[in-house]
């Protein structure tokens, strides 16, 4: 058994067969509708030399050794408040993790964002005049929140859970200014500069946590 997850998604807008790991331990083949198993698998046998590569690399980059007595949220890592929620964590690190665990987790991570955005959006929606319709939450690791602009709800990704609050209130400032500015030009960063001195602060603290958050949102947060 190889030590990674290997899926096959297969589409017919799909014209090539292509592979890439979608995260440190899961290896996804593309594949166009009509090809068959077996080709997926010799595919895989013939790029055989370059999957090992990459598996070793991406776990020598990833290889974080976790503390058991502490977890990670908004920033920082926290001494538990309860053995339950301990416990979670522990499980969702361990390779035995149930999907029923991940969702306990995910719940608890979501429950304090939304505490924290049910006070912040408020706050800085009245000091900018923009108010949106709804808040709505996802597990996305590439977008930490967007702004819909025909009905003004605005979505955060429960990663936000992971970061520190002033990063989190860079984040609402500039999904706020979206509901005026559905654009990156001049105007947009004019309407940012009011509120967030240093909205380029968060683009260096991403960077430089970018293992961590990676490794921590593949655990804690994907099923």
Same mark, same amino acid.
């Not at 977890?71 to 926290?78: A, L, M, V």
């Not at 408040?81 to 608890?108: F, G, P, R, V």
């Not at 930490?144 to 990063?167: D, E, G, Q």
């Not at 960063?189 to 949102?217: A, G, R, V």
């Given at each position: 058994?190889?030590?990674?997850?290997?899926?096959?998604?297969?589409?017919?807008?799909? &014209?090539?067969? &292509?592979?890439?790991?979608?995260?440190?331990?899961?290896?996804?083949?593309?594949?166009?509708?009509?090809? *068959?198993?077996?080709?997926?698998?010799?595919?895989?046998?013939?790029?055989?030399?370059?999957?090992? *590569?990459?598996?070793?690399?991406?776990?020598?980059?990833?290889?974080?050794?976790?503390?058991?007595?502490?977890?990670?949220?908004?920033?920082?890592?926290?001494?538990?408040?309860?053995?339950?929620?301990?416990?979670?964590?522990?499980?969702?690190?361990?390779?035995?993790?149930?999907?029923?665990?991940?969702?306990?987790?995910?719940?608890?991570?979501?429950?304090?964002?939304?505490?924290?955005?049910?006070?912040?959006?408020?706050?800085?929606?009245? +000091?900018?005049?923009?108010?949106?319709?709804?808040?709505?939450?996802?597990?996305?690791?590439?977008?930490?929140?967007?702004?819909? &602009?025909?009905?003004?709800?605005?979505?955060?990704?429960?990663?936000?859970?992971?970061?520190?609050?002033?990063? +989190?209130?860079?984040?609402?400032?500039?999904?706020?200014?979206?509901?005026?500015?559905?654009?990156?030009? &001049?105007?947009?960063?004019?309407?940012?500069?009011?509120?967030?001195?240093?909205?380029?602060?968060?683009?260096?603290?991403?960077?430089?946590?970018?293992?961590?958050?990676?490794?921590?949102?593949?655990?804690?947060?994907?099923?």
């Amino acid at each position: 058994m190889p030590p990674y997850t290997l899926k096959i998604i297969q589409k017919r807008n799909y &014209k090539n067969l &292509k592979m890439h790991f979608c995260n440190s331990s899961t290896l996804l083949i593309s594949a166009p509708k009509h090809i *068959t198993k077996k080709e997926c698998l010799k595919f895989l046998e013939e790029n055989r030399q370059w999957i090992d *590569t990459q598996y070793h690399s991406l776990q020598e980059k990833y290889n974080i050794n976790l503390p058991r007595n502490q977890f990670f949220i908004f920033g920082e890592w926290k001494n538990f408040s309860d053995s339950h929620t301990q416990s979670l964590w522990e499980q969702s690190l361990s390779q035995d993790s149930t999907k029923h665990t991940k969702n306990q987790l995910i719940a608890y991570y979501k429950n304090m964002l939304d505490s924290y955005l049910q006070i912040r959006i408020p706050h800085f929606a009245n +000091i900018m005049n923009l108010f949106p319709n709804k808040i709505l939450y996802g597990k996305s690791y590439k977008q930490l929140a967007c702004c819909y &602009k025909h009905t003004k709800n605005l979505r955060f990704s429960i990663r936000l859970a992971l970061m520190p609050h002033w990063v +989190i209130d860079s984040i609402i400032i500039h999904e706020l200014a979206h509901l005026r500015f559905p654009h990156h030009q &001049k105007e947009f960063w004019n309407l940012i500069s009011l509120y967030d001195k240093e909205p380029k602060k968060l683009h260096k603290w991403l960077k430089e946590n970018h293992t961590l958050l990676y490794f921590l949102h593949h655990n804690l947060f994907k099923s």
